[in-house]
């Protein structure tokens, strides 16, 4: 089992930033690399991508009305979960027009308090990743302390610096792009589980393509300060996916 929380206790100043770092690596080799098989622990670490979509780009005003999680190993998929919630307000129509799901869609689906143990349970112990993982994170902490718990761990990694890493000088780092550009034969379509898809092949990809440095890149790129230093303006949240 991997206990992210330890880093939860240590100071949040500036000079620490690195040493949080450096626990964020104790953490990943020991709980990931088994004893018999010295460099080839990636083959063997448990990840889970996740996908959200939402009513809007707020966290603090917008609700999650779809999330989906997909943990693989190597190129194994071992579970695929998704979930439609009924957010409580309001689907507004620029946000349906995105991802085509409506107020009727998700009216008498359960609330996000009632998925949230089964999230977890998704979620814990395995290294979590998303695309523009600030925003996924954002919106899945404010859910989860609308019903006054954590989400399991305070590590998530992001897709986008693994994928800048393995493909440089591409146009755009966009998940749609990406997929385009590798030409994948899984695509996005702004619905959870199919986003969450096409990033474990772009993980995939990515590890492939890096090699023996894709844990380099997963360690820099993994967020280890809690809730209030993952949050970011609202303003930002769209563009740093470009």
């Known amino acids: 089992m991997v206990v992210f929380d330890t880093l939860h206790y240590i100071p949040e100043t500036d000079n620490m930033l690195s040493i949080k770092h450096l626990c964020a690596a104790l953490l990943f080799t020991a709980a990931f690399t088994p004893p018999s098989s010295a460099g080839t622990h990636l083959s063997e670490t448990i990840f889970t991508a996740i996908d959200i979509e939402t009513t809007g780009l707020s966290p603090s005003k917008d609700r999650i009305i779809e999330v ?18 009924d957010p409580g307000i309001p689907i507004p129509p620029r946000a349906a027009k995105i991802h085509g799901i409506t107020d009727e869609a998700v009216r008498g689906k359960p609330a996000f308090e009632e998925v949230c143990r089964s999230l977890s349970q998704s979620l814990s ?8 993982a600030r925003f996924d994170w954002n919106f899945i902490k404010s859910e989860y ?22 493909f440089p000088g591409l146009d755009s780092y966009s998940l749609p792009s990406l997929a385009q550009s590798l030409k994948m034969d899984v695509l996005p379509t702004h619905r959870a589980e199919s986003d969450a898809l096409t990033l474990v092949a772009l993980i995939q990809k990515s590890i492939a393509a890096l090699g023996e440095k894709a844990q380099t890149h997963i360690l820099k790129s993994m967020q280890v300060q809690p809730a209030s230093n ?8 769209k563009e740093s996916a470009e």
């Open 68 to 85: 989906s999680t997909i943990r693989f190993r190597g190129t194994n998929i071992l579970e695929r979960r998704s979930w439609l919630i």
């Open 145 to 166: 302390q609308k019903t006054g718990t954590q989400p399991p761990g305070e590590m998530v990694t992001d897709s986008i610096p693994l994928a800048r890493a393995a």
């Open 125 to 132: 112990n395995s290294v979590v990743i998303a695309h523009n």
């Open 230 to 237: 993952l949050l970011i303006p609202e303003k930002g949240l």
